[in-house]
């Protein structure tokens, strides 16, 4: 797996910004609001989002397979292969978590480096390419449709078992398949959400941009 790039840096404090001039700002601007967008709200994002969810799922449904042969084993064999199958769920389980918590931590410094980049300055004719509502509206879609699964499965499924027929594990795979998809769906969703409201408030709010001030030193870029 290729490493991830390296965020930009915040803009620098307003007393030691060195830009000779609002063009040489809002070209550095732009340049670092593309970058960060990009990684932000990205397609390749919600195809990495959605990839580690499926991985999730599948070792969910490893361990769920494990459960239910737990629960109908009656010899050693079916023993030996239910262990099998919950250490390869919790193979996959554990690591998809693990990286979308990373992820989940990385959006956050992503959100307060687009704000911070954004509330510099405005310029109309180049934060038109940020808006994205194309890949906003794909993003908002598939995720509810997750969700919407996702919910079917934790609630609709578990009220229509029959007693007997369908045992606890079986439950259990099925809630939980749901509620990682919900998980991934929210995810989305959330994301989706605030990229709106950071171009509604950032790039066409009415708030003034913070006052450029240069010093000697050389210009930041």
């Known amino acids: ?12 404090p307003v007393e030691i910004r060195t830009w000779p001039d609002r063009g040489a700002l809002l070209a550095d601007r732009a340049h670092i609001l593309g970058a960060l967008v990009k990684m932000h709200l990205g397609p390749g994002r919600l195809g990495l989002l ?39 769920g919790a193979c996959c389980l554990v690591p ?17 480096l687009l704000a911070q980049w954004g509330a510099l300055d ?8 940020y808006r994205l509502p194309g890949v906003s509206l794909a993003w908002l879609l598939g995720s509810f449709v997750l969700c ?8 609709v499924v578990p009220a229509g078992a029959v007693r007997g027929d369908d045992t606890y594990g079986l439950m259990a ?42 010093v000697r030193g050389g210009a930041h870029r």
């Open 148 to 155: 919407a699964c996702g919910l079917y499965a934790c609630f």
């Open 1 to 12: 797996m290729s490493a991830r790039p390296a965020l930009p840096p915040p803009p620098p």
């Open 96 to 112: 998809a978590v693990v990286l979308v918590v990373i992820g989940l931590r990385r959006d956050r410094r992503l959100r307060r």
């Open 50 to 88: 959605w990839m580690w969810g499926a991985v999730g799922a599948l070792g969910w449904a490893l361990i769920g397979t494990a459960i239910v042969t737990f629960e109908q084993s009656y010899d050693v064999f079916s023993a030996f292969f239910g262990v099998i199958m919950l250490a390869l």
């Open 122 to 129: 405005r310029d109309p004719a180049s934060d038109a390419a």
């Open 173 to 214: 795979l099925v809630m939980g398949l749901g509620f990682i998809s919900w998980i991934i769906g929210l995810i989305g969703i959330t994301k989706a959400f605030w990229h709106r409201r950071w171009v509604l408030r950032t790039l066409l709010g009415a708030a003034a941009p913070e006052p450029l001030v240069s």
